[in-house]
Every structure is written in C-alpha cells, then in structure tokens.
C-alpha cells in the first residue's frame, strides 16, 4: 500500500474484518440494562482504539449505524455527533426488549494494471464495480463484511432484534447477550450464511488492556453446530471478535469474501 494516498489507506481499512486489526473498533453503552421506565434513553460511545473501551486513536464513522428494536424494526439514533476520539449517539428505548445497535460496513476491493502498465486500486460497492477500466487487466475482486455490534435491554430480555439474517458471518446468543454474570457460563452460536460456522476461532478480551501487561485474552473454537460457552471470570465489559477469510463470495466478479464480527459484552456480577 506504499502507493495509495493516506485517505485511500483509511478507506480500506475501515471495511477491513474489523478482529483482525491491530487497532480495535467498538461500541460502548452508558448502561446495558434497564428496568422498565416511560423515558429510557442509552448513550453510546464508538471508536477505534488501541486500549480496549479508552479513545486514543481515532472516531468511529456512523454512516452505517444500524439500530434493531425488539420487534425487529429500526430505531433512530439521535444526537449523532462525531468527535476526534469518538462518536456518539443515543437511543431512546420506547418499547421493552432488547436492542441491537451495531455499525454495518461492506465493500468491494479491486487491484488491476491500467493501459499504462501502472498498479491500480479501487474501492467501492458492487454497483460501480464498472469504474474499472474495460481494458483492464490482472483484475483481482475481494469483497469485506463486518460489523461492530453492542445490545441494550430494557425490562425482560427479548429476540426480535437478534434474528440473523442468512448473510455473513452473525452471532446468534443462546443465552442471552444481557442476561450475564461473573462466575456463570454463556452459551452463544455463530453462523456463516445462515449455516452453523463450525472451527471458528472467538477471542474475548475484558476491558482495561491499558492498565495490564497482558491481554488476559479467552479463546474458544465452534462446534459442529456453530456453538461455544464461556464462563466469565469477573464483571465488566469484554470485546468479542471473530473473524473469517477466503470465503466463497456472493459477486460474480469476486475471488474471495472477508468476514469480521465484534461485540462488547456487559457481565454483571451475582
């Protein structure tokens, strides 16, 4: 990438699989659990960071914030506002459930050789993919999906915002991803396209990487049925991330489909 421009290399970074970065992206509540209220509202932190859940690298871009109500329906996010460190938006809760929020990145990466014999890159979505010169050559297409996700609940737990929608690679909870505590085991599911993600490798790191030497991180691998538990060793915020690569993509002009998921995670204690 010697040759791209700084805001070409931010670009491709940004729709990058988000847990294969050295830099980590997440989105951060005010709180994860409320009890019924006639006036709920959440606030939301999103970054990217080199010290899990601090703002010391650079603002997460809402373009594509995404916000699931217990009924499966949008919500609007309000008070958006995009600082150097972070971004932040709220969320008022007006009905009981569980919410989604999550920040929805996915593109197209082509590298060729021009007429001129020179190295091109291009970024862009699957309708202009045609922006590349007829009389390319060496044409090679990926495309990138990930998401960066967190969950609020207000009263009892619900799951019409958790229903996967058969692309990419989603987590589906089994418990549920407001219903944790320290010293109990979790049980969650991912999948691939709709299908069971078997021998996916998930990290989970708590919070507070800036005041340790160690990342403290907990690994656990899919079974056959896309499932994995883990049982939290204290409370406070963790980052899930998972991340898959060479993928069969779903263009016709793509050799290969990136995937990358995160979460942060509230465990309570008992």
């Not at 040759?3 to 951060?28: D, G, M, R, Y």
């Not at 960071?49 to 609007?76: E, I, R």
């Not at 922006?131 to 060496?138: F, N, R």
């Not at 991803?177 to 490798?201: I, Q, T």
């Amino acid at each position: 990438m010697k040759n791209l421009p700084k805001w070409a290399i931010l670009a491709l970074a940004a729709t990058l699989p988000i847990a294969a970065s050295a830099h980590k992206a997440f989105l951060v509540p005010s709180t994860t659990v409320l009890s019924d209220a006639d006036d709920a509202w959440v606030t939301f932190d999103a970054a990217v960071s080199n010290d899990l859940f601090y703002f010391n690298h650079h603002a997460l871009d809402l373009d594509h914030l995404v916000v699931t109500g217990p009924d499966g329906k949008s919500v609007d996010a309000e008070n958006r506002n995009k600082g150097k460190w972070r971004s932040t938006f709220d969320v008022h809760l007006t009905q009981p459930g569980t919410y989604r929020v999550a920040i929805e990145n996915s593109g197209v990466f082509a590298s060729y050789v021009d007429a001129k014999g020179e190295k091109k890159r291009w970024r862009g979505s699957v309708d202009k993919l045609g922006e590349i010169p007829a009389d390319a050559k060496d044409v090679q297409v990926s495309e990138s999906r990930s998401s960066v996700n967190t969950f609020v609940t207000l009263g009892k737990p619900s799951d019409g915002a958790l229903k996967p929608s058969g692309h990419g690679l989603e987590f589906a909870p089994i418990t549920a991803p407001n219903d944790l505590y320290a010293g109990e085991a979790a049980k969650f599911r991912f999948l691939l396209d709709g299908k069971p993600a078997k021998d996916l490798k998930v990290s989970i790191i708590p919070g507070g990487t800036r005041y340790r030497d160690q990342q403290d991180e907990i690994t656990a691998t899919t079974d056959a049925n896309g499932e994995f538990s883990v049982t939290w060793p204290a409370p406070g915020l963790y980052w899930l991330s998972a991340s898959l690569d060479k993928q069969k993509p779903t263009i016709p002009k793509a050799k290969e489909r990136r995937l990358g998921y995160v979460a942060t995670l509230e465990v309570l204690p008992q």
